[in-house]
């Protein structure tokens, strides 16, 4: 019996202010459809750092089912209605599965307070394609940032995320000059890159951690001299 190799990982910025209109699909989502290799592929939604947010849920539902997905149903995680059994079903039958946008460090605190990453683990090196989206793709990178006192920008730190994607980046941060991504990588390891991918735009991460820009360039920045300085951008095309 072949081993299964893991996928390519799609970390997407999604559209908050231009959203497709009608039933027409999100081009990003159709690529990410069209690279699973089975038609209409049933998907599991992950939403730990959303809170299993139904509205959230159905909308991003829709914008799937319209970009050719089969099924795709809420692997329920959170609080009261959180049903374990019935999400590992979901997750384990899953031909994609999709972290949700929300909050980064509660999604982690969810994966891992119901011991998710396993299995996680496990689907994603045995091919099941991931996807993130918004605080997903970062979910899905190797390191976030946070503060232990917010009003004290010494007291930054970064915490693991579930490093499927080898890379660090943030989503949806080009309004404020990535403040947060830039954060990040003042607490890290000098020479790191770190990726902005804006909104509108993805970032595909291949297993052997080649990358390339989807929809529009991906933002990259570095530590150079003790100051996070902006490099040449990752354009659609290319690859790095």
């Known amino acids: 019996m072949n081993a299964v190799s893991p996928s390519p990982l799609f970390l997407l910025a999604g559209r908050p202010k231009a959203m ?5 699909p999100d081009p990003l989502l159709q690529q990410v459809i069209e690279n699973c290799g089975k038609a209409h592929p049933g998907i599991a939604y992950l939403g730990s750092a959303s809170g299993d947010n139904q509205g959230f849920f159905r ?5 799937l089912n319209n970009a050719g997905a089969g099924d795709v149903l809420l692997a329920p995680s959170v609080g009261a209605k959180a ?3 019935k999400a590992r079903d979901i997750l384990e039958d899953a031909d994609v599965v999709l972290v949700s946008g929300g909050d980064v460090e509660e999604g982690m605190r969810v994966l891992g307070r119901q011991h998710l990453m396993p299995l996680l683990r496990a689907r994603y090196d045995n091919g099941t394609v991931f996807v993130g989206l918004s605080a997903g793709s970062i979910i899905l990178s190797r390191q976030w940032v946070r503060w232990r006192d917010p009003d004290d920008d010494s007291t930054a730190e970064p915490f693991g995320c579930m490093g499927f994607a080898p890379v660090l980046c943030d989503t949806h941060g080009e309004g404020e000059n990535w403040e947060e991504l830039r954060a990040l990588l003042r607490v890290g390891a000098p ?3 770190g990726h902005g991918i804006p909104s509108g735009a993805g970032l595909c991460v291949t297993p052997k951690g080649r990358l390339f820009a ?4 991906v933002h990259r920045f570095t530590m150079r001299e003790g100051t996070v300085t902006r490099i040449a951008d990752l354009e659609v095309g290319d690859e790095a």
């Open 20 to 24: 497709p209109k009608g039933n027409r």
């Open 59 to 63: 909308m991003i539902a829709v914008l």
């Open 83 to 85: 049903d374990m059994r």
């Open 191 to 193: 020479g790191e890159v």
């Open 214 to 217: 989807m929809g529009e360039a």
